[in-house]
């Protein structure tokens, strides 16, 4: 397989650049291929044919080496073999012959090989364009580097061949977007091939460029409206740059105006995220369901589900589903466990009274925000600062002083962890001044507006608590 796919891309790159041959030559050439392939199953009946055709063309390297081609064509390497020796036999400052033995040699999977005798090709035939072609493709994936080096040698012997379209589509083929982007930017945007255009487009869209991949992809759909792979980019493009009415113009576009388009996991994901940049939450929500009924393994996918759901204030099943996205998660990171908990913290704010359902929704927060300050201790003053508020909720009128512990380890860890920043102090400080007031315990009360005063001799509330 990977043998016939050198050699389909070794062809569609000389499609354009091989030499044109003598018509009379070539349509030899075709009929005697058409006879050697029509007797594979009895290559003798083909033999008097080859050897008349042979006699014909004794001195011509190119009609022995297209009898090669043609026994190759046909898996018969030995026969292939034989005629490309006698090509070069016949005119060793001809390339055909080389050519046809690399070609030999990429069918039995050997690209070490192969090279050597395309490379062979430039050195005795240098103004043959295909030998640097199919050289360059030998390595396009495996070094680059070396095929664009063989592409530079070609553009000296043929100005006008596209190398840095080239040298552009080599690199893409390595996932080496940024040496991609950089030979396909000095190509003009008129003389890509379809293809290559494609490419250009999905290589500044993956390297995060989403106005150079929307620009690229534009041109695209200019010169046809109906490429899907265009109205994709586009859709992607300008869903990533948060212009969601024009992400919704190109979602039709990709999924009721393109031709042979087939539709990914990933495509009604991104409409689905487009759709909820637009507020159109339940049908954001009917478009990411379709997107895990194509690939459930998605995982961000729930999370997006999760925040269509929550946009709706459903936080029962916004937080079921974020809890389905954190156990997949094999090591949830700092930001998925603070989301969690500001979840908690906002179906909370969406319950106007202190009731059962809002003192269980502080709670779960409280906790969530417990686990975090625990897997990441370097968070801990976070962690702690927000459990501090979630319980001043749980206690409004202070009078359990539920966030007094909090408060209290806040205020040693800010001094150690940022004892050039006192004004971090202010908030427990306040807390624990009013704690104590409402204690009616004066002395401690005073103690902690003054230590406001402190920091900042103007705090209007320190100013009254203590009557000045």
Not at 63 to 90: F, H, P, Q, S
Request: some cysteine; proline content about 4%; overall charge neutral.
């Amino acid at each position: 397989m990977n043998a016939i796919k050198y050699l389909l891309a070794g062809a569609a790159l000389t499609l354009f650049s091989a030499p044109m041959m003598a018509q009379d030559v070539q349509s030899q050439i075709d009929a005697i291929t058409k006879v050697i392939v029509n007797s594979k199953s009895n290559p003798d009946a083909a033999k008097d044919q080859v050897k008349d055709f042979i006699k014909e063309n004794k001195k011509n390297a190119v009609a022995i080496a297209g009898v090669g081609r043609a026994y190759l064509d046909i898996k018969d390497t030995l026969n292939a073999k034989k005629y490309a020796e006698m090509a070069i036999d016949r005119d060793k400052n001809n390339a055909a012959g080389y050519l046809l033995m690399g070609d030999i040699e990429v069918v039995n999977n050997d690209g070490g090989a192969a090279a050597t005798w395309y490379q062979q090709a430039t050195l005795m035939d240098p103004k043959n364009p295909q030998g640097y072609i199919k050289y360059a493709n030998i390595y396009r994936k495996r070094s680059p580097e070396l095929s664009v080096q063989m592409l530079e040698k070609l553009r000296t012997v043929q100005p006008d061949y596209p190398v840095d379209a080239e040298a552009g589509h080599f690199f893409y083929t390595a996932n080496r977007f940024d040496k991609a982007i950089e030979y396909f930017s000095k190509v003009d945007l008129g003389k890509f091939n379809e293809n290559y255009l494609t490419e250009y487009a999905t290589a500044t869209y993956l390297s995060s460029d989403s106005k150079k991949s929307l620009e690229i992809s534009q041109y695209g759909v200019q010169k046809n409206p109906r490429d899907a792979a265009m109205n994709r980019l586009c859709f992607y493009n300008y869903t990533d740059l948060k212009d969601y009415p024009n992400a919704l113009k190109y979602a039709d576009a990709l999924f009721n105006k393109s031709d042979s388009a087939k539709f990914s996991a990933r495509d009604y994901q991104y409409y689905g995220y487009a759709l909820m940049g637009d507020s159109a939450f339940d049908q954001a929500i009917a478009q990411f369901e379709k997107a895990l009924e194509l690939n459930s393994s998605l995982n961000d996918v729930k999370k997006q589900l999760s925040d269509a759901y929550i946009a709706k204030k459903d936080y029962v099943k916004g937080l079921a589903l974020y809890d389905e996205y954190l156990k997949a998660v094999e090591k949830p990171s700092v930001g998925d466990i603070d989301g969690l908990a500001k979840l908690y913290a906002d179906q909370a704010a969406s319950i106007a009274t202190l009731n059962e359902e809002k003192i269980a929704a502080l709670k779960k927060a409280d906790e969530v925000y417990g686990m975090l300050g625990e897997k990441y201790p370097t968070n801990l003053l976070y962690a702690t600062i927000m459990r501090a508020r979630i319980n001043s909720q749980l206690d409004p009128e202070t009078t359990q002083g539920l966030a007094k512990p909090y408060y209290e380890q806040y205020i040693e860890l800010a001094k150690k962890e940022n004892p050039d920043n006192p004004k971090l102090l202010i908030e427990p400080y306040s807390y624990l001044g009013y704690y104590y007031y409402i204690k009616e315990d004066k002395a401690n009360s005073d103690k902690y507006w003054k230590l406001i005063l402190e920091i900042d001799p103007n705090n209007t509330t320190a100013k009254q608590a203590l009557g000045i």
